[in-house]
């Protein structure tokens, strides 16, 4: 491994400013793990609710420093095959009849498993790159305990081992990125690899430019009384917050219909946008008094 | 000052904190310690957010652990000492005597400028506030009168502070003095909330504010013995109050989504039965004898039926609550879950905890809709397990489990033990779980120990007590 790979930012303000430049607004807590992630050569494990931008951050900090992104998604039943690599069984299969006659096994055994007729999958993929890469293993939670032992390896020395060939070890460590909506907990082994990061709704002020920024369209009036009303409806018992992602659909829904204050009637109108379940609606129309 | 430096310096301090974390059930491994020791060298120490964001990823593993945290970094690696220097002037009633400038607190005055500041909403004021009013009325005395306490020390409390202050209050003439005449009810309680928000904003700032002075004065480790939050899952059901309760109700649904997780493994673990000795046999013919391919038991996926009965009396009101919930959370995981409360009688509420029904107002619909009282409204088991045995005894059926809620306290009634024992010979599984200590059971009008011998009775005092037992008493 390249002991002297420089770092990818200098400094904690550094990360805030190129993340802003790619459009991705981060507070403290995300420019800070983000440095210390790519500083001490971890991997960064983000947690929090869906639709905060767990996985925005990830394509911003490749775009922010130029590297390859490489998602492996997970989901139930991922297995080595589609997570680290596999073996072309039906090109070995025609390497071996063409072949026939005049050749001798051990020959064609050697070659059949070589590099030609690996299929990398995103883990390997992202090990043997030689430009800068950001791995992104989105929705962990969603793939089952085994996967997590064999993301061990990967994760703590950057190699895969492979038992025909050898062990492939990073040219290049890339940034890795792991997220969860904790729907179950990860094990302790994969965490303690990892630096943690919980991921919350913005603060007022942040959300409110991150609204700008994506809809440039609303006035600053609109646009403060919208995560006004969002705060006030996240600190209700609902069953589904509405996050940042329906904030900025919301400020879409109003531009849209022409809306330019946000008064009863076009709450009571547009709710939907934010609120994806009957009940939450009902909940919230009767206390904010909107009916 | 018991405030002192740490004669292995830094790390030293590092390694105190994280002791400090590990007492407050925070498990941080030595692995995470040389970790944060990391962070400390590749941050930059003067910028304290950018620290605590940084020891926060490489010390915490879970989201509920933050509170703990952020309580015991203010008070390892506090922001300032002493009074600090705040741009907020405490308004003072001028004394009659003009050497001492330090007279009794303007409490009127002070509460003006609270409200001024609570309705716009300038955080870093109300933060300086908060810190002002928390010194000028420790240095005061007591109640903010002027008059010292026999110690010349300056004694903090948040509870005083608050009382003196009292926020609350403040937020009636906010509202008058915000209202405009075309406003909605909409615009109204919009601004009711936020501004409610804010004041408990303010009080958990005076809160943090007395601990860390408190800190200063009496040494750290005794402040964040006692007064640190503990962690939403170690809140003891029965002495939990209402922010507490709030908290516990959201880790519901994480706690249900994970207990289900784990079911739903060991249920896949188990798929396959015991080899079926018969079948094997029979198969064998077509291979001469020899059996080839052994024939296994077919496991029935017969999701498992639940009876709930629940106290609801106002002694176990945490508890039941807490329970009811998670119950609810869980019920997608069993094919029949019956729900029955009980004070004095037994009703079914089981309608109640359909999917998707709002899960914070249950509670009250349980005390208002059930027909649970008879006389004075005081919990009675053997009477509630006498009408229920009465008229849902067809509930309990060979395949069910039973889980039975309740702190076992009779009022000295008769505990109806045959009955009991009756249902729970007709049951597949039958279990207690009790939210009160283990030491407390058969003192008093408990009858606990009693019940105890009639079925397996479980210690749950915490969140996390419970879904270990749920855990580990849930058939698969």
């Not at chain 1, 190699?159 to 025909?164: K, N, R």
């Not at chain 2, 240095?139 to 926020?167: D, E």
């Amino acid at each position: 491994m390249n002991a002297i790979q420089p770092p990818l930012f200098g400094s904690v303000d550094e990360v805030t400013e190129r993340l802003a430049a790619v459009g991705y607004l981060a507070n403290t807590a995300v420019a800070t793990t983000v440095y210390l992630a790519d500083r001490l050569g971890k991997p960064l494990l983000v947690e929090g609710p869906a639709g905060v931008g767990k996985t925005e951050l990830a394509k911003a900090v490749a775009q922010a420093t130029d590297a390859g992104l490489v998602r492996l998604q997970c989901y139930e039943g991922i297995d080595e095959a589609r997570a680290l690599y596999e073996w072309n069984h039906a090109k070995q299969l025609l390497r071996i009849t063409a072949g026939q006659g005049h050749e001798s096994w051990d020959a064609t055994r050697d070659d059949v498993f070589s590099e030609e007729f690996l299929l990398p999958r995103p883990l390997l993929t992202a090990i043997r790159r030689d430009e800068p890469t950001v791995l992104l293993i989105d929705e962990m939670d969603k793939a089952d305990v085994e996967v997590e032992g064999l993301l061990l390896e990967v994760l703590s020395d950057y190699q895969v081992s492979i038992p025909e060939m050898g062990t492939v070890t990073a040219t290049r460590k890339p940034f890795a990125l792991l997220t969860s909506n904790s729907t179950r907990e990860l094990s302790e082994a994969l965490k303690r690899r990892c630096l943690f990061l919980h991921l919350d709704f913005p603060d007022a002020d942040l959300e409110r430019r991150i609204v700008l920024s994506r809809v440039p369209e609303l006035t600053e009036k609109l646009t403060d009384a919208l995560v006004r009303t969002v705060r006030v409806l996240r600190a209700m018992e609902l069953r589904k917050a509405p996050s940042v992602a329906e904030t900025i659909d919301w400020g879409r829904t109003l531009l849209a219909l022409g809306m330019d204050t946000l008064d009863d009637d076009a709450v009571r109108a547009t709710l939907g946008v934010v609120l994806k379940h009957q009940s939450d609606q009902v909940k919230a129309t009767a206390e904010l008094h909107l009916n | 000052m018991p405030v002192t430096a740490n004669e292995h310096g830094l790390p030293g301090h590092l390694v105190d904190f994280v002791a400090a974390l590990r007492t407050h059930g925070v498990s941080v491994g030595p692995g995470e310690t040389v970790d944060a020791a990391e962070v400390l060298g590749a941050l930059d120490l003067l910028r304290r957010e950018e620290l605590r964001e940084g020891l926060a990823a490489a010390l915490l593993r879970r989201s509920g652990q933050r509170e703990v945290f952020d309580a015991l970094f203010e008070l390892y690696w506090p922001a300032a000492l002493g009074a600090g220097s705040g741009q907020v002037h405490v308004p003072r009633i001028e004394g009659e005597d003009p050497d001492t400038p330090d007279g009794p607190v303007d409490v009127d005055a002070l509460r003006e400028i609270l409200a001024d500041l609570l309705r716009d909403g300038d955080t870093d004021a109300l933060r300086a506030l908060a810190r002002a009013v928390v010194d000028a009325l420790g240095q005061a005395g007591a109640s903010g009168t002027g008059i010292r306490g026999s110690s010349a020390q300056p004694s903090w409390s948040a509870y005083q502070a608050l009382r003196v202050i009292s926020p609350e209050t403040l937020l009636a003439s906010i509202m008058n003095g915000l209202r405009q005449p075309d406003d909605s009810d909409f615009t109204d309680e919009m601004r009711r909330r936020e501004i409610r928000d804010r004041i408990a904003q303010f009080r958990k700032m005076v809160t943090d504010e007395v601990r860390r002075r408190t800190a200063e004065q009496r040494g750290r480790e005794q402040v964040a013995k006692t007064a640190v939050p503990k962690q939403a899952e170690q809140v003891e059901f029965l002495s939990a109050y209402a922010e507490q309760l709030t908290l516990l109700r959201r880790t519901v649904h994480p706690l249900a989504r994970r207990l289900a997780a784990r079911l739903a493994v060991r249920r896949k673990h188990a798929k396959r039965g015991t080899l079926d000795m018969r079948r094997t046999l029979r198969r064998s013919m077509s291979t001469g004898g020899v059996p080839m391919k052994p024939a296994y038991r077919k496991r029935r996926p017969g999701r498992p039926e639940l009876v709930i009965l629940c106290d609801v009396s106002g002694s176990v009101a945490g508890f039941s609550h807490f329970t009811l919930l998670l119950v609810q959370a869980l019920r997608e995981q069993f094919s029949k879950v019956r729900v029955f409360a009980f004070v004095e009688k037994t009703d079914e509420v089981t309608h109640l905890f359909e999917p998707g029904a709002e899960l914070s107002g249950v509670m009250q619909r349980v005390l208002r809709e059930a027909d649970l009282t008879a006389f004075d409204g005081h919990s009675d088991y053997g009477g509630a397990l006498g009408s229920f045995a009465e008229f849902y005894g067809e509930a309990i059926t060979s395949k069910s489990s039973v889980l039975i809620l309740g702190d076992a306290r009779t009022n000295y009634r008769d505990p109806n033990l045959a009955v009991l024992r009756r249902l729970i010979s007709q049951a597949r599984h039958a279990h207690w779980l009790n939210p009160e200590p283990r030491r407390q059971w058969g003192s008093g009008d408990s009858a606990a120990l009693r019940y105890a011998d009639v079925m397996p009775m479980h210690e749950c005092r915490t969140a996390g007590q419970l879904a270990d037992v749920v855990e580990a008493l849930l058939p698969v």
